[in-house]
């Protein structure tokens, strides 16, 4: 496969952010697909359940990864697995991109960058992140936003174009 974009789906993630991510991705002619710890069905905020192109283990090399935001992110990196998950890919990854409370996953993974986009609440400045007020913010490879569409104007800046959502 060529390297495509990953979404990888915690527990209780975003649907909208997953699905904005994998519809971008088609708007961009990448290939996309989701990834999880099992293969078996993830609960999405919403109530609905998705069922993942991969599981860790049989995942592709991603050329970018999309952490949409979730119910507790944090705990979610404490679990070995997801951590080793990220470790394998983190090198290749020539871009990840974090929906609206997923900084506190790549903080807890000790990945977040000193600088963020984020929304308010998240408690980073009391643990020296600093929240620039902007929509999205790159630095380095990590490109921070405050979620939902502003993921779809930070995936356009990485790519070079703007993503429109109609046709």
Do not use: C
């Amino acid at each position: 496969m060529e390297k495509a974009l990953a979404v990888l789906l915690l527990p209780e993630f975003s649907e909208l952010e997953a699905a904005l991510a994998l519809e971008a991705a088609r708007r961009l002619g990448l290939p996309a697909y989701t990834v999880a710890k099992g293969r078996k069905g993830t609960l999405a905020l919403a109530g609905s359940v998705w069922t993942p192109t991969y599981a860790f283990p049989a995942a592709p090399q991603p050329r970018a990864l999309v952490i949409p935001g979730a119910r507790r992110p944090r705990e979610r990196a404490r679990d070995p697995a997801y951590l080793a998950f990220l470790e394998e890919v983190w090198e290749g990854l020539e871009a990840v991109f974090v929906g609206f409370n997923a900084h506190l996953f790549l903080e807890e993974a000790g990945r977040l960058p000193e600088a963020v986009a984020a929304p308010s609440g998240l408690g980073l400045e009391a643990r020296g992140h600093r929240v620039v007020a902007s929509p999205w913010h790159r630095e380095g490879r990590v490109y921070t936003t405050r979620g939902g569409l502003y993921l779809l104007e930070a995936l356009g800046a990485w790519m070079g174009r703007p993503i429109l959502l109609v046709d």
